[in-house]
Every structure is written in C-alpha cells, then in structure tokens.
C-alpha cells in the first residue's frame, strides 16, 4: 500500500536508502526453471552505476548485487528471490546544513510533511540510488522475456537538452556513456556536459524505450491497459515528468485518417499508436518516450526556506548527476520489462484455454 | 487482476459493454457519512453524456445512474455502493461486416488476439462507454475531497488539433460545448469542427487537470508516487497517448536553474514540477496535460484484414465522436479525483500520528 | 481495502444489503469461453434461496439473477461480468425498535463504533443476504473446474446440534431440506427441528466440503497457502466460528506416526492432512469442515443496551432461520470454488512451463 | 500473488529457505516515527529460535536480526523496514537420499508438481525456518499496538497431545520451554516429551492466542472480516490443521439462547463469540484457538515413493522438533499482531472522521 512493491503477479518490492546500510529487494511471482546468475544481472547494473564516466556523478559504489534465496542449482525455484546490495561509498559527512533546510525541488519539504522527520543523508529512500534494485530485477525479467517469448527491451538516449539524435544505431548505444545511438552526436554531447558541469547547472533529457518481439493480445482493457501500466512504471521513476505512449503528444493535431495504423496481410502499414490498440499489445513494437527534468541538485546557489520556516539561501555541494538522464535508459528498460513480464503472467492466468485462427501479422514498420 | 478496478483504498470496480444491457460500479472503501444523492452524481455524468451538442457522437443516453446499495438516509454508509446506469439507445443494427473484420487502430484486433473473441457490439468493452462510470465513481469523490479537505479537481480543453486556448477562465469552461476556457476562441472552435465534421475525418486534443487546495504530504515513494498513479490513471481513458506532469516535456530542454521551483515563506516561487516532488505533494496545484488521439472511427475508407487475414477497405458508419477529446474533460477530472481520494486515504492509514512543527507555505502561483 | 472483495486473480466484489433495492456483484478475471446462462447459476442459488422448506426463513424472495455483462453468444468474453439479484420481499415495517438498540451477537453494536451509523433494516450489509451473490460468482467457477479440470467440489451438512450424520450418500444430499447425506438420520433432523422452533431458540451446525479431482500442486507457499486461502474464505461466511482442514483438531492427539499420509504407487494409505502438504495440493480429495454458531436472533428475550448505554430486554422478531447452518451448504462450496479457481489461475500464471516426470499417484482414500 | 506477501496496509514480504543464505523480509506501510531497535525484535525472536531447551530441534541458529533500512535515528521512517538474519547453521551433509525422494506429509511430494524442482535441503522454503522473519515483523506491529492503542497480544499452550492446561496464569507462559500458563502441568509434559522423543514419535498441540484491550469497530465486513483475516494468518503457520474464534466447533451443539453473548451497561455477559459479530470487533478480548499437527519428521520408517514412482520405505533423519507446536505460541501472536495492526490502519483509512455518541462497554469477561 505505501509503494515500495510494483507488479500484480510479477512482483517487486524494495528498501533500502541512500547512505543507509544497504539496498534490496523481493521478486515474488518469478516463474521457475529460468537460469539466472549473479554475473548477468551485475552487466545491467554496470550499466547504471555511478561514477563511470566523468558526465556522471563521482560517488563510487560497485553496486554487487548478491542473491540470498529463490535461486538453487543456478535456476529460481518459483519461491521469492532475495537480493542485496550494500552501500560503501555513504560518507559520513556533516548533514547539520541539510538537516534543518529544504532543497528545492527535492523530496525533502514534501517528505517532512508526509513522515513530520526524514532520512536527511542523500536524500534518504527518495534518492534514485534505489532504483538500482529495479534494475536487478528487471534484468531477470529481460531474460526470461527474451529466452521464453523473444521479446527485447532496450532503449537509448533521443534527447539531451537541445541536442536530439538523428539516426539510431542499437549498436552503437552500449558504445558510449550517454546512451546514445547516434555517433556523429557524440562530439556535440561531449562539448555540452563539459559546458553545463563547468556552469553548475544541470539539463534534462529524453528516453525512448522499444519493445520488440511483441505478441498481440498482451494488457488488460479499462483500467490496467498496458500503456497505463507502462505510464505508471515509467513516471515512478525518479525525475520522469512525461510520458509519451507511440506519437505521444504528436497526436494532439494528426487527424485520424493519418494517426490510425493501418493494417495489411503484409503487416502494419505505420506506427502511431506505439503497439497498443485498446490497451492491449497489436504484435507491432511496443514504443514508450519519458521526458526527464534536470538535477535538482546543482551548484548555483538558490532560495528556500529551513525547517522554521525562514527565509534561506541553498547551495547543493555533493556528488550529483548534472543530467540524471543519462543513466536512466537501464532504469527505464527494467521497468518496462516488468511490466511486461507481469501481463505476460497475467495473460497465460486467465486466458491459457484461448486459440484463434486469427493469423498474427508482422510489425512492417521500422522504429 | 483483469484490469476493472481501479485505486487500492478507494477501489471502483466497473462493468458493462456499449451494447449490452447496463453498465455499472462498485465503490469499494468510501467513507461513511457523506451526503450523496443520484442527482449530484448526475450534474458530472451529464457533462459526460453523448448527443449534448452536434460536435458530439448523436447517441442519445440519458446515462441516468441509480443507486442501489451503499447509501442510508441521504448518506453513505461505508459499505460497498452499487450504482448502475441502463443503455437505452443500442442499436439492434447490422453488425456482420463488423464482426469478420478489424477496424484500424480500434481494439478489434488486439481483443482478437487476447480473447479468442469479442463482442463486437460496438466495441464491447473497449467503448468509452465504460467511462461513464468513472464519472460517477469520481464524483462521490470530487465531492468527499472537496467537503472535507477543500481539494478542488477541475478540468478544461487546452488544445484541439492546431488551436490552442491562451486565456484560462475557469467560468466559461462549463458555458460551451468544448470544455474551452478561452471564449475568444470559440468560433475559431466551432469553424474547425464543422469542416472536419463534412471531411469525414477526427482530430485530437489536449486536456489539462489542475487540483488546488492540495495539502502536501500526499503520495507514496517509489512505485506509487502520486504523480506514478496519476500517469496509470490518465493513460487508462480511451485515447490517451501521453502525459505530463508540470512542464512535462518542456522539462528536457530546461536548465535545473530555471526548473527548480525555489521556496520562500510566501510562497513557491514558481511550479514547473505541477504540485509533486519525489511523488508526494508540496502543496502547490496539482497540473497534469494529457494529449487524445484522434477518433478511429471515421467515414474515410481505410485498409485493414478480414478474421481470415485477407485485405479488406473498411469505413466505420455509426454515430461516433469526431474528436474524442472533447468529452475527456469529466472523466479525467473523475480519474485525477479517485487518484488523490485513493492517497488520501493511505495518508490517514500509515500517517494518523504525524505531527510537524513545520509551516506549510503558499502555493503562490498562478496556473 | 474495505472487504467487499475476494480473490487474487479471480476477483468478485459485492455489494447490497439485507433491505436495499438489488444485491449484486462483478466477476473479474474469468477465462473467456465459458458457456455460461442465467439458468445455470439459478440453480446454485435456488440451492441456497429462502423460504424452500418450513425449517428456514419464510422470507419469500425468487433470488432470481441477472447477468448484465461478460457474456456475449451465450459465453464469456474475458470481461468483467456483472450480475445483480434485486429485492422483492424487503418488508417496510417499523424499526424503530432495532433502530435505537443492538441485538446480541448481532453486527449492531461493532458496526456502530466502526462507521458511526448503519442500515438497520435487517441487518443491512451484516446479514447473509450478501451470500447470494457469493452462489452466483461460485457458480461459475464450480462449472469451469468441473468442465475444464474434472474438479468436483460438493458440501453436505455433518453435524446439526446434537445430531451427527454417519454416512455419506452424495445423492442423498439434495434430496432434502438439510442437505443431510444420511437418510436415516431425516426423522430425527425433523423432529429436533419442529421442537426448536416451538421453543422459539436456535442451534448450531457443522458442515463439510469435499473438492475432489485436484490435481497436485495448487497452492502457493508461506502466506497463500491454499488452505489459509480456503480458511479465509470459509471464515468469512456469517457465523462460521471454525475452521479444520483433514482432521483438524484432531490432530492434536495424534502422533506424527499416525498421522502421516504415507504414500504408495496405488495411491495415498490415508488423508489425515485434508489434501494439502505444505500448503499445496497433493491431488487427495481437499476435505474442510466448518463450525457455524446458532442464529443470533431468537425469540426468547435477551439483555442488551440501547444507542444511549441504558439497559434494556430484546426479542428478534421477524423472519429467522433456526438454523443458520442449514443454508451455509452452497455457499460454503461457492467460497471454495472461488479459492481453488483463484489458484488455478495462479498456478497457471506462475507455472505454465513446469513440467516433471514424477508421477501423479492416486487419491486411495475413501472420504 | 505468489503468495510471499501478508497484508493489505501493513504489508510484510519475505524471503529465505532453511538451508540458503540468508532469511529476510521488507515491511511496507509501518507508521512512522515508532521507536524500535534490534534488541527489541531480538527479544521476540529468541522466544522462537530453536535449540533453547532439549524439547525442540537442536538446530543451534542465533537468528541474530539486522535492520538494514526504514529505521533512522532509531525511529521508523515511514519507508519500507528491510531485516535479515543470516542462516549459521546449514549442514552441508549428504541429501542424496531426500533428493530423489519424497517424505510422507511432507510438502516434497506437492512442491515437485508445482515447480517441477524444489531446494531439497531441509525443506527449502516449506520448512518452518521461515517463520523467523514473521516474528521480526509481527514483533514491530505488537510493540506499536501496545504503545499507541494498548492491545496486548500474547499466547500460550492450551494442549499438547493428550494433555490440557487448566490454568491460565500469564506469568507462567514465559518460565517454561512449552509457554504452559498451568505450573501444575509442567511435570507431566516434561515427562510426555521425554517418552515421546525416546519413542521417535511426535505429537500435535493446541495454541490459544487472546488479544486484550481491542476496540471495538476494527474490522471489515464480508470476506474481510477480523476473524478470516485471522483465519488466513494462522492457517499459513505450519503445521496449522484447525481455527476456532471464541468457542469455535464448541458452537455446534450451543443453542442461541447460550451462545449470544448479551450485553450490559457493566459489560458484556459472556465471550462466545471470541470478540467479534459480524467480523468487526465488540471491544472484548479475541481469541483464538490453533490446532497443530505432529511433526511429520519422525524415526519411524513410513512408506513412499521416490521420483520415479517406485515404492520405498523412509525414515527422516536430521534435527527436528517432536512437537512443532511448541515453539508455534510466538509464530501465532506474530500473525495476529499483523492482522489487527492491518486493519487499525484499514479503520484509519476509511473511518478517520467518524464519532458516535454511543458508550464503549467493557469487556467484563474474564479469558
């Protein structure tokens, strides 16, 4: 009830804070049989861990996840699994600044009134160090997804303040620190970080995120439609502030002869709708953009006010990420992946009986 | 777990096809003691209902909702409230073409895929017809929030296809047909859809939602951050395709010196974030802008497949919205409102002994 | 939250009350396909209905059910299915009396300091009334697991005051008011009865499920084990007051030598544990007995208070059951079919691609 | 919905197997700002962990608890509670035996159809080893429902085997290895256990827990009830066959006219019914009655099958308890510390605004 869990049948719940002991989580529901290891799950979270690159915050934390239970002989045994990361980089700085003010826009002012105290240490359970038990879990369900059904979840920077990327190249995503799957951006990416860290400022960005592989017939009609189930996983995730299902907000001025998807034996004659009709998967790929505010966090001094209410100036000192986007593309691929994973559950619970002659028609249009 | 409840504290369970003979809900968790009566739940269902005006589907529903459990003497009793609303203008039409073939971008093929089969009745549970009662449902809570914690949840039309509204008069937003707050552009409104009416053709809109007298505090961390429920609850209506919280998109290419909204004892000094930081309210406007897609259902021929999977031309005939957005108004205001009652509750639940010596400040911005 | 739901998977909501217009429910997550008609379901609830035999209630109601929804050609379609059952014999008499006082062992005084107020009017939401719409949602379930699986689930009453049944004729069961499986035992039922009800009192009962044709490994482990499941549902039946799986309490004298279900190719030696080993089905005969208090309302008066705390004497008139527990068969059965539906589904969700060598030895035990 | 989590608003999920890494669990929805330490929990789980007299399994494990987040400053946060204990005492020796094999009233048998595998070391995830982390959890609810309500939830050994206690004497409870409140019994369970351990045998037990100092109105109606929620969480203690609320099956052969508990100015008369009507609390003591079956690992060789089907004779060896229901009394106290903290926060939730004029009577019945 008070959000630590994600998923109906799949289902995830974490703890852990930012300078706390350690970060962990549960998956129950996780299918058995499914062969899973500490080393692949560890390639996702090295792909968001800090301090990586220089365009990312320098705290350094190796995130190794371990798993305590739920996995045996090296394949899950359907009972919950049980992983754990501990925390080494928390300093033991002096927090009596932070303690006593509210930095804008962070979560501090809005949990002192939610829990009248806090975890004032790096912003406590509000910090987006604790979406690295997301991508632990999410890692499993890209593998089973992968290996049972063919389905693959990945994404990739489109947008990073005013530089949008032109070309993607999947190969070239995993290549470089921003996520970016245009190479001739790189140079213009590289130049805007060193600009914006030597300012103090922060940026925001865009994700894109595709499910490829999809089956038709995935997603529950009315309220727990896919795409509501994707909006909701995605703007969990710390910074999110849109959320675009296919066109997204393009289709405020299409009109419907061009917005709708047409269909033809061949397949799908476009992609507007993002893989969805009715809430529920067509088969074509499943296409989800987020929009990310920058870092709240930066080294320009700002108003606010302390715990008493008085007038202050802030100034966030730290390791921070000048553009939290940046290491959102696994944070959103894991969630997207479960929340597939889960109406996959969903789907083979109430519809195992289901058979159509109805021929399933291929996805024609490239993302 | 199939996708007709919606909220885990405040819990509303629907039913009914556009076709088939009633449509109804179930209020799971209201609380007791409110003064409700079918006629206040009518004034929000009237605002929904169809063939209002000629920019409107030209079904005739009266959609007069009846209570039948739940309520004593004028008041809710705590218990589950049942309500039900009778169809009255399904069409005993010819549905033969309908029921072999897939109409583009409708849930016709996807339901295929996922049910084995489908009442195709006017698109059986994938009409917003369903939505009619969310409306309800998000009445008895719009009136709850509104009693008892002066949480005002409104809503207008903020664009339609290339027309955006520039002056926000939340008095004029119930004096025309288009959910508009800006009178000035009303004829420019009516011009537009009169010549897509004669084209055959739909267009989309943007709806914007905007809940004042928020009190911060409200929302969970992590998965069910407010804003995370909101995002499930908007892409959950009919036609949906993206979302925004605050500045939305517009964040990506914002610096954190400018997106940051300071504090000070008077006030916030601007709401890029739209109310929520971390998930949970800072006691400013709620705001969130969702963009409709056009209608599917158009008179202009379009290609798709017959169950046999052979290439067919498909025109949708029947009484359809030319542009779907317009009608959203209510039923956003509904699903923003069962959002905010849902956390209002789980607030009381887990936080009845919160106390805070700390001040809550204005939100003194404009929207 | 507020306990008008049942099931994870396969979910019924309810709501009505003793004197209200309709009494109804909604089905969410049934398998699409079923053959399902009003007919079928009536017959369950005709099973359990008032007014059929001079030892219940001489309320008159038909309990005649309506299917609104879910079902389209005679079948489900995977939606959710409404049903609704409306009133027609709630008498308009004066309750001023009840109105002002709370009956012993009734739900008056709990749901006065619970809501603040309650319906009245015969109990309102407290009374077994509600157990209607459970027959119909049961009905539906006990039909799928028969057709599909070959599960079989059946009750019959085994103890009513003093008098013990001794043998088990299934055919018996529905060839008289007591849902009695011993013939022999008929003239004595009646007789304690017509006394009974001369002496204005009321008696308790015990009754008996039997789920046969399980299949091994439904259930889930730790907190869902089916048969915490099955007690949950079981409990929830008005004025069930216990609950045994196999031998219950029993087994408190037994030694682990005893009661041990030693397993054979041929089959289980015996079926102390009821069918379930570590909370999952071993495919025995699921057995569960349960223990139904005497009816509250008695005509022989009773001390209580009234809403002002003062003493006072309390006759229940009205129209009573004697016995409480004679009704209690259908909806014991429906509360089953509902828990081994939901963990069919479960099952299938979590399962669907477990496959073993081991094979499945056959439930030997006569129960 | 795989059945690893408890409760709907205090929500505990866990994770863990007897012979693995570690056991833990995550509590989501505690309250905030409730002091709690290590030293605290440990207290409870000392009560439980095995090894502390020669009565129960000579398993020597420390169940030494570490809070890993939701805990600053030493009070809670309000975010989610992560614990863990870390298994010591896991025997690497040989299970050759145990793996091919399935042992009589075991959950090996039904394990292995439901996943098609199963962690064979002492039981995996069915073995009762488990239930450390619902001590751990149920121990920060009980200490929460003392300090802000005044409930007391505290159990005792009622039966074990043949032999009754008589007398109920609180302080007695904690003096002796088989929490008997009757120091006149002591002599002959020492000496009951003594045979029974020398004979290879075990024997099953009956555990009252009683929760003192309720107020009344706690509680749903329908399926969620205070009694089938508490029906849920002590059937999914181990071992668990039978619950009785108030006088249970007793309730049987009682007429109504001595089952109703009337009620006084002074108090209520009499306790039948165990502290609820209508599932909703009356203000006076619950209580509950568990019945737990004889341990299935006993010396004596029993028949079964191995994997292939094959007929074999087994004995269990290793280090088990002869009466599982020794060590149950604080496993039982755990879960209904949980079920009732949930459903103060439920009551919270709905009925926040909620008062009555009507007098609370005392619970004038002695348990």
């Not at 754990?84 to 002012?109: L, V």
């Not at 519809?351 to 490239?366: G, H, K, M």
Request: proline letters at 5%; hydrophobic letters at 35%; a negative charge.
């Amino acid at each position: 009830m008070s959000g630590n869990s994600f998923g109906k049948l799949f289902t995830v719940t974490t703890f852990g804070e930012s300078h706390g002991k350690a970060l962990g989580c549960i998956i129950d529901g996780c299918p058995p049989g499914i062969e899973i290891s500490e080393e692949e799950i560890q390639v996702d979270l090295d792909r968001r861990k800090p301090g990586t690159s220089k365009f990312t915050t320098q705290r350094k934390e190796p995130d190794q996840v371990e798993i305590l239970s739920g996995v045996f002989e090296g394949k899950t045994t359907g009972t919950s699994i049980g992983m754990i990361i501990h925390n080494t980089d928390q300093r033991s700085k002096d927090y009596s600044e932070i303690k006593e003010t509210f930095r804008p826009n962070h979560a501090d002012y809005s949990y002192e009134h939610k829990y009248g105290a806090r975890d004032y240490r790096g912003g406590g359970r509000s910090s987006a160090r604790e979406t690295a038990m997301r991508v632990a879990a999410g890692s499993v369900a890209k593998k089973y997804l992968k290996q049972r059904y063919g389905i693959e979840i990945r994404g990739y920077m489109s947008q990073l303040g005013p530089i949008k990327t032109e070309k993607l190249d999947w190969e070239q995503v995993h290549q470089n620190p921003f996520f970016c799957p245009d190479v001739d951006k790189l140079p213009e990416l590289e130049d805007y970080m060193k600009k914006l860290r030597k300012s103090g400022d922060s940026i925001g960005a865009k994700i894109t995120i595709v499910a490829s592989g999809m089956p038709p017939g995935l997603g529950e009609p009315v309220f727990d439609r896919l795409d509501a189930d994707l909006a909701h996983a995605l703007m969990s995730i710390n910074a999110v502030k849109g959320i675009e299902i296919g066109d997204g907000f393009g289709s405020i001025e299409q009109k419907g002869s061009e917005h709708r998807d047409e269909l033809s034996p061949e397949g799908f004659l476009s992609n507007h709708s993002g893989g969805v009709a009715g809430g529920i998967t067509t088969g074509q790929d499943l296409i989800a953009h987020i929009a990310l505010k920058p870092t709240s966090s930066i080294l320009i001094p700002g108003k606010s006010i302390n715990k008493a209410g008085e007038p202050i100036d802030v100034i966030t000192k730290g390791r921070h990420d000048p553009c939290v986007g940046i290491r959102a593309t696994p944070i959103a691929e894991a969630m997207v992946a479960m929340v597939v994973m889960d109406h996959v559950l969903r789907h083979r619970a109430q519809n195992a009986d289901v058979t159509t002659s109805v021929p399933v028609i291929p996805s024609s249009v490239d993302v």
